[in-house]
């Protein structure tokens, strides 16, 4: 009995109680909380920017491609003996052969059409800058390929030797010069855009 006395287990205390106790439940009530209507966003536009070019009128083109003409017409005696070697080059420019020799045969006719152009076009602010502009490279570029003749007026035509084969090798590269910037300026013209030609576009927009 004393064994028995001596494995009995003390009385509880109230700390023992409490950690017996299971803990009291606790109930949350959660509020349920109204639906908030989100406003649907717009759907997003897909929005075309058009880049369409302001289209050239037909006549602005024509007047700017004859006047590349008379630079074109100035220069075909740089190709004489480009002529001579090479006959697919003669045929090439022979339908501008008959207006060219009615361009020669009239007097002071390099002159007329040139101030013609400078003055009728160039400066004439009724025209659009399109038409100015290019009447202006036209302009320039005659007077660049007028020098080597003027040159070659002071300082004497060479008849044969190495005087002879400069110059004719010169007479090529200047024609050649020309012909690319008359197709590259005409051909530009046509479609409605500004061509800029080496050496002349500079000096032709400060003038403007």
């Known amino acids: 009995m004393a064994t028995l006395a001596l494995l009995r287990f003390p009385p509880p205390t109230r700390f023992d109680r409490f950690r017996a106790s299971p803990p009291p439940a606790i109930h949350l009530r959660?509020?349920?909380?109204?639906?908030?209507?989100?406003?649907?966003?717009?759907?997003?536009?897909s929005v075309t920017v058009s880049m369409a070019r302001t289209a050239v009128p037909a006549t602005d083109r024509l007047i700017s491609a004859l006047a590349y003409f008379l630079?074109?017409?100035?220069?075909?005696?740089?190709?004489?003996?480009?002529?001579?070697?090479?006959?697919?080059?003669?045929?090439?420019?022979a339908p501008i052969i008959p207006l060219a020799?009615?361009?020669?045969?009239v007097p002071y006719a390099a002159f007329v059409a040139f101030f013609a152009l400078y003055?009728?076009?160039?400066r004439n602010p009724n025209l659009s800058h399109f038409v100015r502009f290019n009447a202006m490279q036209a302009v320039v570029l005659d007077v660049l390929l007028a020098l080597p003749a003027?040159?070659?007026?002071?300082?004497?035509?060479?008849?044969?030797?190495?005087g002879f084969r400069v110059m004719e090798m010169g007479y090529h590269a200047i024609f050649a010069f020309s012909v690319a910037c008359f197709l590259y300026?005409?051909?530009?013209?046509?479609?409605?855009?500004?061509?800029?030609?080496?050496?002349?576009?500079?000096?032709?927009d400060r003038q403007l």
């Open 119 to 122: 003055l009728g076009v160039v």
């Open 101 to 105: 020799a009615a361009y020669r045969s």
């Open 71 to 93: 630079p074109f017409l100035d220069s075909l005696h740089y190709g004489r003996f480009l002529f001579a070697r090479v006959p697919a080059a003669a045929a090439a420019v």
């Open 150 to 162: 003027l040159l070659q007026r002071v300082f004497g035509t060479p008849s044969r030797g190495v």
């Open 30 to 45: 959660l509020r349920s909380m109204p639906a908030v209507a989100i406003p649907s966003l717009p759907a997003r536009r």
């Open 185 to 204: 300026a005409l051909l530009s013209c046509v479609l409605g855009r500004t061509p800029h030609l080496p050496l002349v576009a500079t000096a032709a």
